[in-house]
């Protein structure tokens, strides 16, 4: 006989108030593993934030010290193992919370089917009474809704008061008058954070002087520019072919080359060096930079002042300004030229703002543009696309009927904008080649050059596309090929890279007569006052007079090469050479600012 | 026959013109130039526009739901059909859907297109705004009963109600109205979507999303364990708009289609607090006269209350401008416009407007433009939150008469919980005595007599 084992099968529970244990016990449980997970998402959701490869201190650190130190491999390798292992943490947290999520639905899930049907167990019917004073609650009940209406509406009248008058706003809901806040109208003329025109013509603030035509109607040159009679030459601290800029008792100019690019101001009394500033850090700006051949350099465009600040561009892409004391404000990279030569355009300034013509690629790329920039900050003003490629000119301010415009050349046109909104005015149909000479304003004509094709004038009033009403001559001898013509207005000249002199009548283009210097000339030349100052590649300084028959009056040869175009104010010539930065005329001090 | 096909054309017609529209989509800028630094563009993980039948798709859902709901409260008087459409609900329109496209928020886009015509408002959302509310307007808030994934997945975690203070009901009940007059007034101008910005249930649908929305919603659902539907009744902007529709509803629901015995025991059923017990229409004599001038006194103060919402309304419009991208970016320029720069980078309201591509004049011209509209559009909002208080106040002055408890035309969600509360309901399921009391219906008298 074999032992029977009797195991008593599970009690049934069938009895309400079991049932109901057993789904209070389910929604406790699932209540309690509910708040666990949520209180270990919290957690998960404050490490995550911490974890954020964009917020964490320690790479923060490292990436600036990374600024500072731009070929330190080591740190490089450091900072992308620090950024791999974050964000591997950081999507291993999202992870863990994805699942939290879920488990979170589950134990609430639970929760509810439980909660519910232990509510369903208890659930009574309610036994209705006679409530005599139900008419009176009733009452009751609507007079203090009323009230509680007329609080909330007292809630909402102080909320909305208080933040009406909480916050102030500089912005108008007038049109008209928020448009005069930022427009070049006269409100903003008299607040423009910059020196006045006199002040500015007084000096040589830009490529050619105040206007860009290189031409000075007050000034004087010195008889000589012999070696032995400058007041002071000083070395030049970084290589360029950019021109010197003076404004007051200083003189910038920019050099540089791959590795480092700066501003460099001397001391106009006595060529010592005031202050030099790299032009580094530009956010955005690429690590790595294009290829700019030799002959052009990274330096080629000339600086600009307003008085106030003094602004650098480099064939990078970036632009930086400096204070006259060598602080610097604002820099940014606008994008990398694509320019086969290497950008060479001039920076123009117009009351506190930077005009930047930048010409690149080819028409069809639509990455040509002419943009105007706050001087105070960098930002842009505005920015108009121009349907043209690279180009080498620097453009010109001309002040007709009482509005600046600013002129323009690229292959085919020669293009006016309206210098306070950026509206282009006019166009001309008449350039070819790769255009290098800057135009110029003489004369109340637009006098542009295609190199060594054609010399042309323009009338600045149309409207439009005015290629066949406005073309005012045209001659196709004599027309430089590097430099950039002069005029007193009544004269024009110009000169070939191989030394050809020609002076042309300014108005019908008449040529008057031609000479060969015999010498190569790569920097344009200079009207000041009678004289006209021509500088070669060899260090020749040759000056004759204004007039019309040729005459050299002086030639001096210095220890030099002369790429850039010379500078006067205050009746002082500064000449930047490949080695030296030259001075030559009166020996009182600089005006100074 | 002839005449149904004849109706059957349309819609079909409809369809096919619906269906020929297709999306067309490119890039609208330019990717960037990367080909100094050789990076490389990743290639985009962004999913395709969703398909156009997909879209039609969702508005054929919706039309199907709210018939169904329809269907459930008015013929079926069942619960139990219309909890397992709210699941459905919050399975296709909330989690599937992601909350969106969705009703809600609906009003903001065609708010929009009404007042910019550079914007089209897309059809879907032309279907789902209007269809909630052409059924309200026919059967009540059908849409809120079990199609709303909102409020089905509050329905959800309804565990065990507690009455709200009648009070406290009626204060909180304004600010729905006054979230749909600020919701459409700041849409209007392209400035702010507020209804999806300050949505606290599509993070949870999207399982992810701004820390504070998410915790809002979580707040919503454990308050929703014990007040029926917090956000369906004290937020939501497009239940102000149904609430509306569903007063002058053609049909409503009944607690019995029947004859009411006045037995009571529908009273506590409601858990949403819109169960209206009876009330005489006349005040006693005594009190007449204090009720007729109180009544008085709030019809006069309406326009009073209006006109000085819009007061203060126009003083908003400054503040609340700022919610507009355009006006916020000119008013950080002008901000900064005048001072020394101090730093070597641009500010970020200067990068923005580099970025934008936009020059400071035009930006702060149109900004300014846009802050006036939304100064006017203050007035008309501050006016609308006046004219809301006003017509509370009105609406609690005026003595209505109810020999029946019944559920509030506009704020009855439909859900069909008090049915099951009512002893003609057992009947009329067959489930009562076999032999009715008199004055009590039999599930044969009651066919026909559901609406």
């Not at chain 1, 035509?213 to 070395?235: C, I, T």
């Not at chain 1, 970036?318 to 604002?330: E, H, N, V």
Request: with cysteine; glycine share 8%; aromatic share 10%.
């Amino acid at each position: 006989m074999s032992d029977t084992v009797v195991i008593a099968a599970p009690k049934p529970i069938r009895s309400p108030a079991e049932l109901a244990a057993v789904w209070r016990w389910a929604a406790i449980t699932a209540a309690i593993f509910s708040i666990v997970v949520g209180v270990a998402m919290v957690f998960a959701h404050l490490e995550h934030k911490s974890s954020d490869p964009w917020r964490s201190p320690e790479l923060l650190k490292l990436k600036a010290r990374l600024r500072d130190e731009p070929h330190n491999d080591a740190l490089k390798t450091q900072i992308r193992e620090m950024d791999l292992q974050l964000r591997q943490r950081y999507f291993h947290l999202l992870s863990l919370k994805a699942s939290g999520v879920y488990l979170l639905c589950g134990g609430a899930a639970v929760f509810l089917i439980a909660a519910g049907q232990v509510r369903r167990i208890h659930r009574r019917p309610s036994m209705p009474k006679l409530n005599p004073l139900a008419a009176e609650q009733l009452v009751k009940a609507r007079r203090e809704s009323r009230l509680a209406i007329a609080g909330c509406g007292a809630v909402i009248v102080t909320v909305l008061f208080a933040t009406a008058y909480g916050s102030k706003s500089p912005l108008p809901d007038d049109a008209v008058v928020a448009a005069k806040l930022v427009s070049g109208s006269e409100a903003t003329a008299v607040a423009a954070d910059c020196a006045t025109d006199d002040e500015l013509r007084a000096n040589w603030p830009g490529f050619r002087g105040f206007d860009g035509n290189g031409y000075s109607a007050s000034g004087s040159l010195p008889d000589s520019f012999a070696a032995e009679v400058a007041l002071w030459k000083s070395p030049v601290p970084a290589p360029g072919f950019n021109s010197p800029l003076v404004f007051g008792a200083q003189v910038f100019f920019t050099g540089g080359d791959a590795t480092k690019r700066e501003v460099i101001c001397l001391d106009a009394n006595t060529g010592a060096l005031s202050w030099r500033q790299a032009v580094e850090k530009v956010p955005g700006s690429p690590a790595q930079l294009p290829e700019i051949p030799e002959q052009t350099g990274f330096c080629a465009s000339t600086a600009a002042t307003d008085g106030r600040r003094v602004y650098a561009w480099y064939a990078n892409g970036d632009i930086a300004a400096f204070s006259l004391d060598g602080r610097p404000l604002w820099a940014r990279h606008l994008a990398t030229p694509k320019n086969p030569y290497g950008h060479a355009t001039s920076l123009r300034t117009w009351r506190d703002r930077v005009i930047v013509q930048f010409d690149q690629g080819e028409p069809e790329d639509r990455l040509s543009k002419l943009l105007a920039l706050d001087g105070r900050t960098g930002a842009t003003i505005w920015e108009k696309l121009r349907p043209v490629g690279a180009s080498w000119a620097t453009p010109v301010i001309a002040e007709v009927a009482g509005k600046s415009q600013i002129i323009t050349l690229a292959v085919p046109w020669v293009m006016s904008y309206d210098v306070v909104t950026g509206a282009e005015l006019w166009r001309v149909q008449t350039l070819e080649g790769e255009i290098t000479p800057s135009p110029i304003f003489a004369g109340g004509q637009v006098i542009v050059a295609s190199p060594s094709s054609k010399l042309a004038a323009l009338r600045p009033d149309g409207a439009g596309d005015v290629s066949k009403t406005h073309l005012a001559w045209s001659v196709e001898e004599g027309a430089p090929d590097v430099t950039s013509p002069v005029s007193n207005g009544e004269l024009l000249f110009s000169v070939s890279s191989g030394g050809l002199l020609v002076c042309f009548e300014a108005k019908g283009g008449k040529k008057i007569w031609d000479h060969d210097l015999a010498m190569e000339t790569q920097a344009s030349p200079a009207i000041v006052g009678d004289r006209l100052l021509l500088l070669s590649a060899k260090g020749d300084v040759v000056v004759c007079p204004v007039g019309r028959e040729f005459k050299e009056l002086s030639r001096a040869k210095l220890e030099d090469a002369f790429f850039a175009s010379p500078a006067v104010a205050n009746g002082r010539v500064y000449l930047r050479g490949n080695k030296n930065v030259w001075c030559f005329g009166v020996k009182e001090v600089a005006h100074v600012h | 026959m002839v005449r149904n096909r004849q109706l059957a054309r349309w819609p079909f017609l409809l369809a096919c013109c619906l269906f020929a529209i297709t999306a067309f989509a490119e890039p609208r800028f330019p990717p960037p130039d990367f080909s100094e630094t050789q990076h490389q563009l990743p290639v985009a993980t962004t999913p395709a526009a969703r398909a156009v039948w997909l879209a039609y798709l969702d508005v054929a859902v919706l039309a199907a739901s709210l018939g169904l709901a329809t269907w459930f409260i008015y013929k079926q008087r069942s619960r139990r059909g219309l909890f397992w459409l709210g699941l459905f609900s919050i399975a296709y329109f909330g989690f599937w859907r992601k909350g969106c496209i969705c009703s809600i928020g609906s009003p903001q886009n065609l708010a929009l297109g009404l007042f910019d015509s550079s914007y089209a408002v897309p059809l879907t959302v032309t279907a789902f705004f209007a269809l909630p509310l052409v059924v309200a307007l026919f059967a009540g808030r059908s849409f809120c009963a079990g199609v709303c994934p909102h409020g089905a997945l509050q329905d959800l975690v309804l565990v065990k109600p507690a009455q709200v203070p009648a009070w406290l009901e009626h204060g909180l009940g304004l600010l729905p109205f006054i979230f749909l007059g600020a919701g459409v007034w700041l849409a209007t101008t392209g400035s702010i979507f507020l209804f999806c910005q300050y949505d606290p249930f599509v993070p949870l649908f999207r399982l992810g999303g701004r820390s504070a929305m998410v915790l809002t919603g979580v707040a919503f659902l454990v308050l929703g364990t014990v007040v029926g539907r917090p956000y369906c009744r004290f937020a939501c902007p497009y239940g102000a708009l149904l609430k509306m529709a569903a007063t002058v509803a053609k049909w409503r629901v009944r607690v019995t289609p029947d004859i009411c015995t006045q037995c009571k025991l529908c009273e506590h059923a409601c858990p949403f607090g819109a169960m209206r017990e009876p009330e005489q229409g006349t005040p006693p004599p005594g009190q007449l006269a204090l009720e007729r001038r109180r009544l008085a006194g709030f019809v006069i103060l309406l326009p009073v209350l209006m006109l000085t919402g819009a007061w203060l309304g126009g003083l908003l419009g400054g503040p609340a401008a700022r919610l507009n991208p355009h006006v916020a970016l000119a008013e950080d320029y002008l901000a900064v416009k005048d001072q020394a720069p101090t730093q070597v980078a641009n500010t970020p309201a200067e990068l923005a407007l580099s970025r934008a591509r936009l020059d400071p004049q035009s930006l702060v011209t149109k900004a300014a433009q846009i802050k006036r509209q939304i100064v006017i559009g203050g007035w008309i909002f501050g006016a609308w939150v006046g004219l809301v208080i006003g017509g509370k106040l009105i609406s609690l002055s005026v003595r209505r008469t109810r020999t029946d408890f019944e559920p509030d035309r506009g704020g009855c969600f439909s859900c069909a919980r008090c049915f099951e509360s009512c002893p003609q309901e057992f009947v009329r399921r067959g489930v009562g005595p076999a032999s009715a009391p008199e004055g009590l219906v039999g599930p044969a008298d009651a066919k026909g007599a559901h609406v």
